[in-house]
């Protein structure tokens, strides 16, 4: 698979803004690997192999165990996720495939145990952004592999 373009170059006042709202989504104050467990789960959902590769690579950066990794796609019979992290992963799902059922009331129910307004504004607005990252990666076709953790939102799409 060859790149297509890339929208850096294409249209960098774009793509400085989205690496705005990326900067946005990591000043929440939301923990950062509840961010990056919620971008690998929506980029498996999109199939993004670009944001995967990215998000698997660093939350092994930041300490994840590999059953947690292998086990995001199954998180509801996995017992290695916490209550919160739960809730985040379903609102994540609903979010990213609205266009099924437009987030069910027990999904938001079950966010909303878990997470203050302030916290589910700031959750939705990272799943916003990933969900833009994985289009841009996918119509573009973003090689997957060469992203390094140390490089994290410097020179890759998110």
């Not at 947690?68 to 609102?91: G, I, Q, T």
Request: aromatic residues 8%; charged residues 25%.
């Amino acid at each position: 698979m060859e790149t297509r373009i890339d929208p850096r170059k294409a249209a960098p006042e774009v793509y400085r803004a989205m690496l705005a709202l990326e900067s946005a989504v990591k000043a929440t104050g939301l923990e950062s690997n509840l961010l990056d467990l919620v971008k690998l789960r929506a980029s498996q959902i999109n199939g993004c192999a670009f944001c995967i590769d990215m998000h698997s690579k660093d939350l092994r950066a930041e300490g994840e165990s590999e059953e947690r990794l292998y086990l995001l796609d199954a998180w509801r019979e996995a017992p290695f996720y916490s209550d919160r992290e739960r809730a985040a992963l379903a609102w994540t799902e609903a979010v990213t495939v609205i266009a099924h059922s437009h987030v069910p009331d027990e999904v938001y129910e079950q966010a909303r145990q878990h997470f203050t307004d302030d916290e589910l504004a700031k959750l939705t607005l990272a799943i916003v952004s990933i969900n833009g990252w994985n289009r841009l990666n996918i119509a573009f076709r973003t090689a997957p592999g060469g992203y390094q953790p140390i490089q994290r939102h410097e020179h890759a799409m998110a």
